[in-house]
């Protein structure tokens, strides 16, 4: 066990058996981790029905914006990654995902400014709504009731979509996102309707369902991917910008969760050199040395090696101008899954599924979410205490 005084606690192997064990699973997830993860589906309805609330549609009094900047630091800011992704290509206008405090220079009253915080208080959200209202801009904020987000979007007049607070941030990001693609809709940005949501929603609930406690290694395909990246170096991998946002909300949830060092990116990205990584010390190098007899790493003397989680997307019925990428993009994935093979490093596959952008990406998110908690169950940590953040907030407040 590792004990230190700012209260880390855990062990360094994974204990596998733990993971089917339901009470010993919720003995170390006092926060309730596993069961705010759950809830994504039923954020996805209960967001939908508060932004349908908020009056959006004063929106679009003024037209179509020059570019919308999406204001907000960790999960908050990963919603300007969703909606630029299911806007796609096509989107009319710019959409920038802004993790600073303020907002760009140039930002200005032809702008719109969506500012996010869970919390309601983070400085980055807090100044780029007070930036926006004080420049012009149209704004609107999302995040905690009865908050000062709140207090400044009342100042400025502006739409308010409240969320409340039953979660850390990580595990509210179907909370955020949703008013943040409802608020692109009423500026005519993107296109999500109702039967969009009631299917995201329906996939998230039916991944929890997979992906429950009580669901055993071998058909739980959460515990799955957690068992199989244990002990390793990760890689996530997207093969299309939708999927990518899929790999780096990964990255977020096992460094978070997990307390796992990853890789994250696109697979195109990946073929400039990092795809090299196969080749290196924790990949090809370590698997040419393996004893293929050993029934573990531990048992034939290796170190840790690379895992490859491969975020696999399609796309939907595609217009004639994006087919090609998307084969592209397709050849690309088999091409590093053939590398990774032919060098021994390990690969796991989520293959996208679903009738729309939205509900696509929360097939590519969910079960890998649950993994991050289970791998730190596995490995005796806390997924909801992270003494770390703690600390490191402090420490700056100072």
């Not at 994504?40 to 609330?53: D, F, K, M, P, W």
């Not at 000062?148 to 990580?170: C, D, G, H, K």
């Not at 009423?186 to 997979?210: F, H, I, P, Q, Y």
Request: proline share 6%; aromatic share 2%; net charge negative.
């Amino acid at each position: 066990m590792i004990d230190g005084t700012a209260g880390v606690s855990g062990r360094r192997d994974a204990d596998e058996a733990l993971l089917d064990n339901p009470e010993a699973l919720a003995e170390h997830d006092p926060g309730g981790m596993l069961r705010h993860t759950a809830s994504a589906g039923a954020q996805v309805r209960e967001s939908a029905a508060l932004a349908a609330e908020a009056n959006l549609s004063v929106l679009a009094d003024d037209g179509r914006p020059r570019a919308v900047v999406i204001a907000g630091i960790g999960t908050a800011g990963r919603t300007g990654d969703v909606l630029a992704t299911v806007a796609g290509p096509r989107c009319p206008v710019p959409v920038i995902a802004h993790r600073s405090a303020g907002v760009p220079g140039w930002v200005g009253a032809a702008d719109v400014v969506i500012a996010i915080s869970a919390s309601g208080r983070s400085p980055e959200a807090l100044g780029a709504a007070e930036a926006a209202h004080r420049r012009g801009a149209r704004l609107v904020a999302v995040g905690a009731p009865d908050s000062q987000l709140q207090s400044v979007a009342e100042r400025a007049r502006a739409p308010f979509i409240p969320v409340p607070r039953r979660a850390p941030a990580r595990a509210s990001l179907w909370a955020l996102t949703v008013p943040v693609l409802l608020a692109a809709r009423s500026l005519g940005l993107v296109k999500v309707n109702e039967a969009d949501l009631a299917e995201t929603a329906a996939r998230l609930d039916a991944d929890a369902d997979r992906c429950r406690s009580t669901a055993e290694s071998f058909v739980n395909p959460a515990k799955a991917l957690a068992l199989g990246l244990a002990g390793s170096v990760p890689i996530v991998w997207g093969s299309s910008p939708l999927a990518t946002v899929a790999a780096r909300r990964f990255g977020d949830t096992l460094s978070a969760n997990a307390r796992y060092p990853v890789v994250t990116g696109a697979l195109g990205e990946a073929g400039r050199g990092r795809v090299g990584l196969l080749d290196g010390v924790f990949g090809g190098l370590a698997e040419g040395e393996r004893d293929i007899f050993a029934d573990s790493p531990e048992d034939d003397g290796e170190g840790t090696r690379l895992r490859l989680v491969l975020l696999r997307d399609g796309g939907l019925n595609a217009e004639d101008d994006t087919d090609e990428p998307l084969a592209v993009e397709e050849r690309r994935a088999d091409a590093v899954q053939t590398l990774a093979e032919r060098r021994g490093v390990r690969c796991d596959v989520v293959t996208a599924e679903g009738g729309s952008a939205l509900e696509r990406l929360a097939s590519l998110i969910a079960v890998p979410d649950f993994a991050s908690i289970y791998l730190a169950l596995a490995h005796g940590l806390d997924p909801m205490a992270v003494p770390a953040i703690t600390e490191m907030k402090e420490l700056s407040n100072q």
